[in-house]
């Protein structure tokens, strides 16, 4: 009777394990922002920098991955998702305004070069993509 109880306690820690995550792999995103991405700097991004070329048509999609977590068994610990933006150094190239968590942004590039950009709302948030002919 003991063991079997036991046993219970033991199957739930690993489902509440396996459930902490909210954060599916989302087909097609190239670049995820990392979860407490503002504490993050140039890890914010990732990967950071992000190779391409435009021979494979050039574009990058971002997911905004920073959603927070569902925390334990009873939701303890549970993590709000943060809002964040792409927004690249070179005003007006490309920017994704507010994207919520879960979010995702596409852009295209047409020339190759190496185009840095940051969270307009976390500065210090910095990643580059590097665009191969
Ligand atoms: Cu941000």
Same mark, same amino acid.
């Given at each position: 009777?003991?063991?079997?109880?036991?046993?219970?306690?033991?199957?739930?820690?690993?489902?509440?394990?396996?459930?902490?995550?909210?954060?599916?792999?989302?087909?097609?995103? !190239? #670049?995820?922002?990392?979860? *407490? $991405?503002?504490?993050? +700097?140039?890890? %914010?991004?990732?990967?950071?920098?992000? /190779?391409?070329?435009?021979?494979?048509?050039?574009?990058?999609?971002?997911?905004?991955? !920073? #959603?927070?977590?569902?925390? *334990? $068994?009873?939701?303890? +610990?549970?993590? %709000?998702?943060?809002?964040?933006?792409? /927004?690249?150094?070179?005003?007006?190239?490309?920017?994704?305004?507010?994207?919520?968590?879960?979010?995702?942004?596409?852009?295209?590039?047409?020339?190759? +070069?190496?185009?840095?950009?940051?969270?307009?709302?976390?500065?210090?948030?910095?990643?580059?993509?590097?665009?191969?002919?």
């Amino acid at each position: 009777m003991y063991s079997r109880h036991f046993a219970t306690i033991a199957v739930g820690l690993l489902l509440a394990g396996c459930s902490s995550s909210t954060d599916p792999t989302t087909p097609g995103v !190239d #670049v995820s922002i990392q979860t *407490g $991405a503002e504490t993050r +700097g140039s890890s %914010a991004f990732a990967p950071s920098p992000f /190779t391409l070329s435009l021979a494979d048509d050039g574009t990058v999609k971002w997911r905004n991955g !920073d #959603v927070g977590t569902t925390g *334990g $068994a009873y939701g303890t +610990g549970a993590t %709000a998702g943060t809002t964040h933006t792409i /927004t690249s150094d070179t005003q007006g190239l490309f920017d994704s305004g507010s994207l919520a968590p879960g979010a995702t942004f596409e852009h295209t590039f047409t020339a190759p +070069g190496s185009y840095h950009y940051h969270c307009s709302i976390h500065p210090t948030m910095t990643g580059v993509i590097v665009v191969n002919p």
